[in-house]
C-alpha cells in the first residue's frame, strides 16, 4: 500500500519525516516505494528547518499563513491554525496533485498533535478539502495526544484536542489514535525522547505497508494483506500495535528436519508477538469494543505455518469476538518474528471520551466566568456615569 502522508505542525511534520525515512528503508532493504510523497506543512518556519529526511524544497516543506503569524507559529490558538489552513488550503492540495508518484497513491496520512495549535487546527480542514478533491482515495488521520503533564498546566489542551478530535472525527475516514503518554520513558532527555517515540509510532506500518508491494514470489505469503485488506479494516476511531519475537538459531543449529518442538517454538514465538503487540497498543482502550481487526504475521518462511496463523486468529477473536477480522502472512528469509495489530471502528475510547467530557465542563466554566465578567463591568459602567469626564 502506498501513501501520500502529510504532517501539519511540529508533531505532525516530524512525524512524516519519519515516514518518509520509513521509505527510505522500504526502498533500500525490499526496493520499492510505500510512501508515493512526504509533506511537512506548517505556520513555522524554524520547525520546518528542523526535519531531516524531508526534501527541502518548498513544495515539499509548505509554509502556510506567514503573512498572519511572520512565520513563527499560532501559539496554541487552533481556530487560527484552521483559519490559516482554510485560506491556504489550495496550496497543499496543488503540491499534492503534482507530485510525481501522485498516480500510484492508495490512501492519505494526515498527521498532527491535537494539543498544539498548528496541526490541531489544521488537520480536520485540510482533511476535508482533500476528500472533496479526491473522491476515490481514503483519508486516515494520525493524531497524537498529549503527555499526561501537558494536561494538568494548561486548560487550553484539553480544549484543541476535544475540537481536534471531534473535527476530524467527522471528515475522516478512520483515525489512528497515538497517546503520547503510552511511549514515555523515564530519565530520557526531551528531544531523543521524542524521536524515539516518533519512530516507534511509524515502525507498525512498515511491514503492514510493504506486505502488498512485493513482486519476489518468495516474499509473498499464503494470504496477502494487500491494500483492499487496510482499507476495509480502516474505519472511525483505530490503534495499532507492534510487537517482536527474537529470531531463531540459524538452521544448522536446529538439526536436521523439523522437530516437533520447533514448531511448537514457533506458535509461541508468533502468539509472543501478538502479545507484545496488544499490550502496546497505541492508545489504551478495550478490544471488545472493536468492529474490525487486522493482524500480520512477518517471519522466516519456514517458520509460518497453518497451526501458527490458526492460533493467533483464535487469539484475535477471542479478545474481540464482534470484530471482523483480516489477516496475511508475510515471509521473510530471516529475522525475527513480528506482528502488526490493527483495531478499528472502535464504539468507545475510554481517553478520547474523557477529553469530551473535559472540554464540556471547561467551556460551561469559561461561559460563567465570562457571564461574571460582564456583569462586574455593568456594574462599574453604573458607577462611573455619574462622575464628570475630562474628555
Ligand atoms: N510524539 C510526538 N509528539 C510531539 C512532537 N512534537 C510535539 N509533540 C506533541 O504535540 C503537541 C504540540 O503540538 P505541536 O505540533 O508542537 O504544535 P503545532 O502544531 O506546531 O502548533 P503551534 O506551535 O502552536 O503553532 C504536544 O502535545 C507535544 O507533546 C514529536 O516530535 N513527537
Ligand atoms: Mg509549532
Redesign the pocket.
Known amino acids: 500500500m502506498k501513501l501520500v502522508v502529510v504532517g501539519?505542525?511540529?508533531?505532525?511534520?516530524?512525524?512524516a519525516d519519519e515516514f518518509a525515512r520509513l521509505n527510505a528503508r522500504a526502498r533500500s532493504l525490499r526496493g520499492f516505494n510505500i510512501v508515493t510523497s512526504a509533506l511537512a506543512v506548517?505556520?513555522?518556519i524554524a520547525?520546518l528547518s528542523g526535519l531531516h529526511t524531508i526534501k527541502s524544497n518548498y513544495q515539499h516543506r509548505i509554509v502556510i499563513g506567514s503573512r498572519k503569524t511572520g512565520g513563527h507559529?499560532?501559539?496554541?490558538?487552533n481556530e487560527l491554525?484552521a483559519e490559516i489552513a482554510r485560506e491556504d488550503a489550495d496550496k497543499v492540495v496543488e503540491t499534492i496533485r503534482s507530485s510525481k508518484h501522485f498516480a500510484e497513491t492508495d490512501a492519505f496520512l494526515l498527521i498532527?498533535?491535537?494539543?498544539?495549535?498548528?496541526?490541531?487546527g489544521?488537520i480536520s480542514v485540510m482533511t476535508q478539502q482533500i476528500k472533496e478533491r479526491y473522491v476515490d482515495k481514503p483519508i486516515y488521520n494520525l493524531i497524537?495526544?498529549?503527555?499526561e503533564h501537558?494536561e494538568a498546566t494548561e486548560d487550553r489542551?484539553v480544549y484543541n484536542v476535544a475540537t481536534c478530535l471531534k473535527s476530524s472525527y467527522l471528515v475522516a475516514d478512520a483515525i489512528f489514535l497515538?497517546d503520547?503518554q503510552r511511549?514515555t520513558m523515564k530519565d530520557s532527555p526531551i528531544s531523543a525522547n521524542?524521536?524515539r517515540?516518533?519512530s516507534m509510532?511509524v515502525q507498525p506500518f512498515f511491514n503492514l505497508l510493504c506486505a502488498g508491494e512485493e513482486k519476489k514470489s518468495r516474499y509473498i505469503g499464503a494470504k496477502i494483506l494487500d491494500a483492499g485488506d487496510i482499507i476495509q479494516t480502516l474505519v472511525g476511531w483505530t490503534t495499532l500495535g507492534y510487537g517482536r519475537s527474537p529470531s531463531s538459531p540459524p538452521k544448522s543449529l536446529s538439526g536436521r528436519g523439523r522437530d516437533f518442538r520447533h514448531k511448537a517454538t514457533e506458535t509461541q514465538k508468533g502468539v509472543q508477538a501478538l502479545d507484545e503487540a496488544v499490550s502496546g497498543l497505541s492508545i489504551k482502550c478495550n478490544p471488545i469494543d472493536s468492529k474490525r481487526a487486522l493482524y500480520l504475521i512477518s517471519a522466516p518462511a519456514r517458520e509460518i505455518n497453518v497451526d501458527l496463523i490458526k492460533e493467533l486468529g483464535t487469539y484475535i477473536k477471542n479478545m474481540a469476538p464482534e470484530a471482523i477480522i483480516r489477516s496475511g502472512d508475510y515471509p521473510r528469509e530471516k529475522g525475527a518474528t513480528d506482528v502488526t495489530v490493527i483495531l478499528s471502528e472502535m464504539s468507545d475510547v475510554e481517553k478520547v471520551r474523557n477529553y469530551f467530557t473535559k472540554a464540556i465542563s471547561l467551556i460551561s466554566d469559561l461561559k460563567k466566568r465570562q457571564a461574571g465578567l460582564v456583569n462586574s463591568q455593568r456594574g462599574i459602567d453604573i458607577t462611573i456615569k455619574d462622575i464628570p469626564s475630562l474628555l
Open positions: 501539519f505542525g511540529q508533531c505532525g511534520g516530524r512525524i506548517n505556520t513555522d520547525d507559529g499560532v501559539g496554541k490558538i491554525g498532527a498533535g491535537a494539543a498544539g495549535g498548528t496541526g490541531s489544521a497524537v495526544l498529549p503527555f501537558e489542551t497515538v503520547n511511549y521524542l524521536a517515540i516518533n509510532i
